[in-house]
């Protein structure tokens, strides 16, 4: 391949590469791959709690696997759109290990959509503010993420570390667009308390019911 060929590719979308990888130019896969693995790679690790942590590489080969296989499966619905699709299968795989016998009983906070309509009703999110270093409060800000409910969890993590658009977010839980902002306005209403806690400011909690 060229220089000004593989120029070309770079500065294609992921939904164009895509494209050319189904015509069967299996480099754009790779640009696709080195494009997502960390963010991918990131994104489980957060996702998967610690009794889950041996499992990350092999959900993260997995996803691959099933993404350079699924050729006839995937259909470009605009600019994100790929990406909504590689985070879906990541978390569809992630949720089917999660969810084997032995460890159902984890499952039993996936609450219901009238219960997490019926808990979200709270005040718009406000950015951070603290005079502790970045990293303290970024590690004090995953453990708070850790220890989300799942279906807090994953919408926070797609939208707030991987940046996914809400639309996005919807797509790769398999929720509805609905569902997925209630879910991230409230899990940034948890976050957003919980760290306050940890740093120790003060702050009226009464009239939101944060625990998890």
Not at 42 to 53: G, P, Q
Not at 57 to 62: C, I, K, R
Not at 79 to 97: K, P, Y
Not at 190 to 210: C, H, P, S, Y
Request: aromatic content about 10%.
């Amino acid at each position: 391949m060229s220089e000004q060929t593989q120029d070309i590719k770079i500065a294609l979308s992921d939904e164009e590469l895509w494209s050319t990888f189904c015509e069967g130019e299996e480099s754009a896969y790779t640009l696709l791959y080195y494009r997502h693995a960390d963010r991918l790679y990131s994104y489980l690790k957060m996702l998967l709690s610690a009794s889950f942590h041996e499992s990350i590489d092999d959900v993260f080969q997995e996803t691959w696997v099933r993404v350079f296989q699924g050729r006839e499966k995937f259909t470009s619905n605009g600019s994100g759109s790929f990406a909504g699709w590689l985070f879906r299968i990541a978390h569809n795989i992630s949720v089917s290990l999660m969810r084997r016998p032995h460890t159902v009983s984890t499952f039993k906070d996936l609450a219901s959509e009238e219960i997490v309509l019926r808990t979200a009703s709270v005040s718009e999110y406000d950015p951070l503010s603290d005079n502790r270093s970045v990293d303290e409060v970024l590690k004090i800000l995953r453990g708070v993420v850790e220890e989300l409910p799942m279906q807090y969890k994953e919408v926070y993590l797609l939208a707030e570390f991987e940046h996914l658009s809400i639309d996005q977010v919807a797509d790769a839980t398999g929720i509805s667009k609905g569902n997925a902002k209630v879910r991230l306005h409230r899990a940034r209403q948890i976050v957003r308390e919980k760290v306050l806690v940890a740093l120790g400011v003060e702050f009226d909690g009464a009239k939101n019911n944060t625990e998890l």
